[in-house]
């Protein structure tokens, strides 16, 4: 179990919950909170707990941040070098990285060079440079503990098991988003009010929509491939309604072991917190006497091109998971500004793809240029 924990992207949906578990856990103090540009919500944080650094997006929200909690005892940073300090206080047994987008990816490779225990939010960090992330942890020693729900019952399911060889299949379940069963004809005029509306999680508005198109359960098959060194054949998704089977794996034996539970971000997190051991979580048990029928189905990836380019992406490999990673985030990102329709973040997203030059086994560099030049692209097209 953690004793101290730095939380990148402590305003948001992640982060907030991630101080609400460690609310409950005396034991667990806070070293260091990141955050964009939330200044209130930030100030109030650091009034509760009191981290050593407080970090923000900008030096404009650092300054207004400085000004609110000039009576505490907290030192203020900001942008990259902010983060990447949070991200390596000595202090800090554990690092959450609940940062959206690729900002994360930095920081998170600074807190495994650390040696930290990743309590890991951010996909992006995986989907982009997957290859160099999961090396660096292996040469470093340093822990990854999924936060997301799917990963983290994948990990559960595989406790104990040092290596995959019996594994035959990770199967990651999906709700299906706020579309389920509409056309393509239906979904042409859907608004971001619609896609907002998830069934049965509540999450920031970037993942929400990426639940909305299924780019996020493609993002999660290119997550899970790096975190458990999986072929993309052995990683299959399905459409479960219900959100309480949160992931499966399937043995060659033919035995499936899955993880069950109320759709609730906090139990994850917590995990990730205290591993190896479990402790009271302030979630509301599942009761299956009181579930509805559990069902399971095969995604719609015409209706959904999104996982289908995702699975695309990922079998090419090289800068073709960055370049479709960076140009969803803008394409998003204009689809909340209501620039853009629904299905115009598929399009634009395929075509960015295409723009991009690939590299077939690029470094650093070159994974975060694939990126710079596929926002390019969307923004041109």
Not at 213 to 222: F, H, S, W
């Amino acid at each position: 179990m953690v004793k101290c924990v730095s939380i990148l992207g402590s305003t948001g949906s992640i982060g907030r919950q991630s101080l609400d578990v460690i609310k409950e856990l005396p034991q667990v103090r806070v070293a260091a909170l990141t955050a964009g540009t939330g200044v209130e919500r930030m100030a109030e944080q650091c009034r509760q707990f009191l981290p050593k650094l407080a970090v923000m997006a900008t030096q404009e929200a650092a300054d207004r941040l400085s000004e609110q909690i000039r009576d505490l005892p907290v030192r203020i940073g900001w942008g990259e070098e902010g983060l990447i300090e949070a991200a390596t206080l000595p202090e800090a047994d554990c690092v959450i990285t609940a940062v959206v987008g690729m900002v994360g990816l930095k920081p998170t490779l600074a807190a495994i060079r650390a040696k930290k225990r990743i309590g890991l939010a951010n996909k992006e960090t995986l989907v982009c440079a997957g290859e160099i992330v999961m090396e660096e942890a292996r040469r470093f020693g340093a822990e990854i503990i999924p936060v997301d729900s799917e990963h983290s019952a994948i990990y559960q399911c595989l406790m104990g098991r040092g290596n995959t060889r019996q594994v035959k299949r990770l199967i990651l379940t999906c709700s299906g988003g706020p579309f389920f069963g509409r056309t393509r004809d239906q979904l042409r005029s859907v608004t971001k009010a619609d896609a907002l509306k998830h069934p049965n999680w509540k999450m920031g508005p970037k993942i929400t929509i990426d639940c909305a198109t299924l780019m996020n359960k493609g993002l999660e098959v290119i997550e899970a491939m790096r975190l458990y060194s999986m072929p993309l054949e052995q990683v299959d998704v399905v459409i479960h309604r219900q959100s309480i089977v949160h992931s499966m794996v399937e043995f060659t034996d033919g035995a499936v072991m899955a993880q069950m539970g109320t759709p609730d971000m906090r139990l994850p997190i917590q995990l990730a917190l205290t591993f190896p051991e479990r402790m009271a979580c302030p979630v509301d048990a599942l009761d299956l006497t009181a579930c509805p029928p559990l069902t399971f189905s095969k995604p719609d990836e015409e209706v959904f091109p999104c996982l289908h380019l995702a699975r695309a992406c990922a079998s090419a490999g090289g800068t073709a998971c960055p370049a479709m990673n960076g140009a969803n985030e803008e394409a998003v990102a204009r689809f909340l500004r209501d620039e853009i329709g629904f299905y115009d973040i598929y399009r634009l997203v395929s075509r960015a793809v295409e723009k991009v030059p690939f590299v077939k086994e690029p470094d650093l560099e070159q994974i975060l240029s694939a990126d710079r030049a596929a926002r390019l692209a969307v923004n041109q097209l």
